[in-house]
């Protein structure tokens, strides 16, 4: 067993990638990016530990999909992300690389571990062939270098180096402005960083999202509360009586939640926005979907169609059918047609019948974000 942590940082935002799927999450088939990564990085090696830095949207998430590696919470930034890593290493020393390099060579790796022990940093690098201009003067290109992950760091003297307000855009930077020793190795084209969205060609070797379809099913139920403001699918229905909730009660959207998240593996709404927390008393449910859409996307996946039935002995549904179906489909990002609204009442029977209140029964159905074919 090598002394060696591998660190894989998985926790940005993929701003500058600008696809509403985060590059962690693109599908190689059926497994995401993030994973596909580690999992190859990990298979070149005898790491003593795997950690997964993950964004903390994602953890939860993240944990779902393989128990061999252990997950932290990353930070705001790069630098962050590794300091929290960090507070989990306890080898000599640590290998970390970026997600967004997705298809490093195992001869990097072989080589970087060779040379453990020859400098407090070992980084990949690439020489540069072009002519390079600074602020519109020509430089000499021999002194320029492209600086790539993994880089292998005695733990120590990393931890220390980031024991600073400076931010480094990489562990080298940190550990030379701290005096620590650099050691240079060949790095590759192969492990080009994704960073633009029009860079996924720079992916060749990675297979396409499987055509899979998820599904998921949501169910959820709300009394009437009289002198409430009634919220159904995110409209307003003219109606001197609510639903008594924690939230503004819209049993639609709560159900559709589950639904989505049902459909996407990623457990329940409670996990999501707990009825005990006190940030969401009162809460528009529109502000909870949005938050559960983009979720769904950044992800990996797209909205296929909804079927939603309300279960309403009162109020009349089908007057608001059609305003309830834009307002969903405007939620969702999905065409109306791709929205199906439906209403029955219980036949007076059971609470419902009763007019005591509303039950709302779900249905979603998503498909991987097919990244290769965009
Ligand atoms: N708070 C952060 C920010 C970045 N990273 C990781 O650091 C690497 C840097 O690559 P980059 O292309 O900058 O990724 P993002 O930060 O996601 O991209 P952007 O800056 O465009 O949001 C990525 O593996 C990213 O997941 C991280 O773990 N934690
Ligand atoms: C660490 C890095 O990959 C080295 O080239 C790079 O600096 C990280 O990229 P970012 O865009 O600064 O996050």
Partial sequence: MQNVTLIVLCAGNSSRFKHNTKKQWLRIENEPLWLNVTRKLSSYSNFEKVIVCSHKNELNYMKNFCDDFTFIEGGSTRQESIVNSLKEVTTSHVMISDVARACIPKSVIIELLENKDNADCIVPVLNVSDTVVYEDKTINREKVKLIQTPQLSNTKILKESLNTKIEYTDDSSAIKAGNGSIKYIKGSIESKKLTFGDELDSLPSLKAPSNNFFTGTGFDI????????MFLGGIKLPTDYGFKAHSD?????????DALLGASGAGDIGEFFPDTSAEFKDIDSKILLKNIVEFIYNVGYEIVNVDLTIIAQIPKINPHKNEIKNSISKLLGIEKPFVNIKAT?????????RSEGVAVQSIATLKYYDWKNK
């Fill in 222 to 229: 709300h009394q009437f509360e009289d002198k409430r403001d």
């Fill in 249 to 257: 009660g819209d049993v639609l959207i709560h159900s559709l939640i």
């Fill in 345 to 353: 009442t219980a036949e007076k029977m059971g609470f419902i019948g």
